[in-house]
């Protein structure tokens, strides 16, 4: 792939527990939109296979998936869903959850993926961690469901995945709290996403002349407004 026909992404950046799946995957559903989340593709694997198995001696104990392993999965994912039509990298803004998660996936991503904005949630650990372990009851994930694999994973975040960020340009950087609502932080995005989708899209201000509710009335029949 060459340069210019890098993926445009977001990339969606926190620690465990600190909601970017919930909310890459609602972003997902919005038209022009892909959401792609490594956990989701790594437990999807067949544990039978030999990269499966490889992928849980991982996971199960916390740790990250070697560099080069992570990004062929992705990548194979990523065609495959191109391949079913299922994602359109022409129209659609990657969202990506889960990578890269150390310094050197993000050097390797660079040839592949065009990073327009790193959306980086913020929590408490504490919050986060009750999370987690409430999520291991609810969706029975192995990778939280005792104490020491879940230190071990933010122990692991703070050491690999948070020097990332320091590898983007400060000015690519938004970051949101993210203990508030669900619905407020899924707002927040929304609202950093919304001119970063439209100048993708080639859309200007000119473009959208009604863009107001009062001009929208406009549009109706007199009878309704009368
Ligand atoms: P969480 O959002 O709770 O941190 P994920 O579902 O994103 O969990 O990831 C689960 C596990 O999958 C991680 O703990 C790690 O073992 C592995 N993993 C996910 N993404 C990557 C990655 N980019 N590189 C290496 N390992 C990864």
Same mark, same amino acid.
């Given at each position: ?22 909310? *890459? ?49 992705? =990548?194979?994912?990523?065609? *495959? ?6 994602? #359109? ?27 327009? =904005? ?23 994930? !192995? ?20 020097? !990332? ?9 938004? #970051? ?8 407020? !932080? ?10 970063? =989708? ?7 201000? #000119? ?16 009878? !309704?407004?009368?």
């Amino acid at each position: 792939m060459t340069h210019h026909h890098r993926y445009k992404t977001i990339l969606l950046f926190g620690a465990p527990g600190s909601g970017k799946g919930t909310q *890459g995957k609602i972003l997902g559903t919005i038209p022009g939109f892909f959401h792609s989340s490594t956990g989701d593709i790594f437990r999807s694997l067949d544990l039978q296979s030999p990269t499966g198995r490889t992928v849980w001696d991982y996971t199960s104990r916390g740790k990250l998936v070697p560099d080069e392993l992570t990004i062929s999965i992705w =990548k194979q994912y990523l065609q *495959g869903m191109e391949l079913i039509n299922g994602f #359109h990298p022409e129209t659609e803004i990657i969202v990506l959850d889960g990578l890269p998660r150390s310094v050197a996936q993000a050097q390797i991503l660079e040839q592949t993926i065009d990073v327009l =904005k790193v959306i980086h949630l913020v929590a408490d650990q504490a919050k986060m961690v009750e999370r987690l372990r409430r999520r291991a009851l609810k969706e029975n994930r !192995v990778d939280d469901a005792s104490d020491e694999v879940i230190a071990k994973r933010f122990e692991v975040y703070m050491k690999q995945t948070q020097p !990332v960020l320091d590898y983007y340009a400060d000015d690519k950087i938004v #970051h949101i709290y993210a203990s508030q609502s669900q619905i407020r !932080v899924l707002s927040e995005i929304i609202s950093l996403l919304v001119p970063l =989708k439209e100048s993708h899209d080639g859309h200007d201000d #000119h473009d959208e002349p009604q863009g107001t509710p009062a001009a929208a009335a406009q549009l109706l029949p007199s009878s !309704v407004t009368a």
